[in-house]
């Protein structure tokens, strides 16, 4: 993370960094998504933390630097489907109808 007073606070305060860095979006979908997605996302960067150990390496990702560097939650939003994503096709999209 850049030089910021506050770094000490927000590693933390995990919760309060991802929150904190919610992308915008006018999609409230997303949103709910991104919210739902901290749990995941952190045992995530917990797993990525024991691998280095794991692996010899002094354990020293932060988690700004994960959530900057390998946060999938966008990815993962992309590839899911506009029904996974909550949006429900109409019957001239299902049925093929011009």
């Known amino acids: ?21 919610t992308p915008k979006s006018n999609s409230s979908r997303f949103l709910d998504y991104y919210r739902s997605q901290y749990n995941p996302t952190y045992n995530a960067y917990k797993g990525a933390v024991g691998n280095q150990a794991l692996s010899g390496q002094t354990p020293s990702l932060s988690f700004y630097d994960y959530l900057m560097n390998n946060n999938p939650v966008w990815k993962e939003w992309l590839n899911l489907s506009p029904t996974d994503k909550g949006f429900i096709p109409s019957l001239r999209s299902v049925w093929n109808i011009r």
């Open 1 to 21: 993370m850049a030089s910021n007073l506050y770094q000490p606070f927000l590693e933390d305060n995990p919760d309060i960094l991802y929150y904190g860095m």
